[in-house]
């Protein structure tokens, strides 16, 4: 069955670094979205990509975030200059669709990339 | 605006009797409603969604969830718990044509012996 992969499982970084957080989605999904989850906290959304521009991003995802989808298959999250509240687990996830109400809006989740700034 | 709401943090079971997870949800749109299940140390995995094709809905892992409109819920039910199934537990809404999922604070599930 095909799955949404990330990489790497862990990254360690000392605050004021960039990181690229990796992710392939499943090969005929066209939205593609990123999550964070802050340790004993709720899943927040990030940003939700489609056609090589975003479509939707939250308060979170302020001038330090970026995203882009390089090439075919990966889809990346770059953070240009970690600070110690970046440190969270982060999801990758990609649906068909991105409208509500359709059985293709089912987002598929990658196992995460758990960020730890120091 | 979308928001869910889970009702328990902590729900606390014996080994082969019912779960319960409860979660009402806030809507200005038909929704659709997931649940996603997280065990330790490991990514999210849907469990079952509500799509308004039919209002009880059957997941995995004999989990089911009931749609309920008039009282806007959606509590995820199983018969009888196994301790496999001790993880945290996402209630989850998508709304209208944002793409985002809002998350519910989650129910952390307890199956003891």
């Known amino acids: 069955e095909p799955e949404v992969t990330q990489t790497p499982s862990h990254q360690v970084t000392q605050m004021g670094q960039e990181v690229i957080l990796r992710c392939v989605p499943i090969?005929?999904?066209?939205?593609f979205y990123w999550y964070r989850q802050i340790l004993g906290q709720k899943v927040e959304f990030l940003v939700s990509?489609?056609?090589?521009?975003?479509?939707?991003k939250s308060e979170i995802f302020d001038d330090q975030f970026s995203v882009e989808r390089p090439d075919g298959s990966n889809f990346t999250l770059k953070i240009r200059s970690t600070k110690l509240e970046d440190s969270a687990m982060y999801f990758c996830?990609?649906?068909?669709?991105?409208?509500?109400?359709?059985?293709?809006?089912?987002?598929?989740f990658g196992p995460g990339t758990r960020l730890t700034v120091l | 605006a979308q928001s869910v709401t889970q009702l328990d943090s902590h729900v606390s079971v014996s080994e082969g009797t019912p779960v319960l997870l409860r979660c009402n949800y806030s809507?200005?749109?038909?929704?659709?409603l997931f649940w996603y299940v997280q065990h330790p140390n490991k990514g999210l995995q849907l469990l079952l969604k509500?799509?308004?094709?039919?209002?009880l809905v059957k997941g995995i892992n004999g989990f089911e969830a009931e749609f309920k409109k008039s009282e806007t819920s959606f509590h995820l039910t199983k018969p009888s718990a196994h301790m496999s199934d001790a993880a945290e537990y996402f209630c989850?809404?998508?709304?209208?044509?944002?793409?985002?999922?809002?998350f519910g604070t989650g129910t952390r599930l307890q199956v003891t012996l």
């Open positions: 996830a990609s649906s068909v669709s991105g409208t509500s109400g359709s059985v293709r809006d089912t987002q598929y």
């Open positions: 090969s005929n999904h066209l939205y």
């Open positions: 990509f489609y056609n090589n521009e975003i479509s939707e």
């Open positions: 809507s200005s749109y038909s929704p659709s």
């Open positions: 509500y799509t308004s094709a039919a209002t």
């Open positions: 989850v809404v998508n709304t209208g044509t944002a793409s985002k999922l809002t």
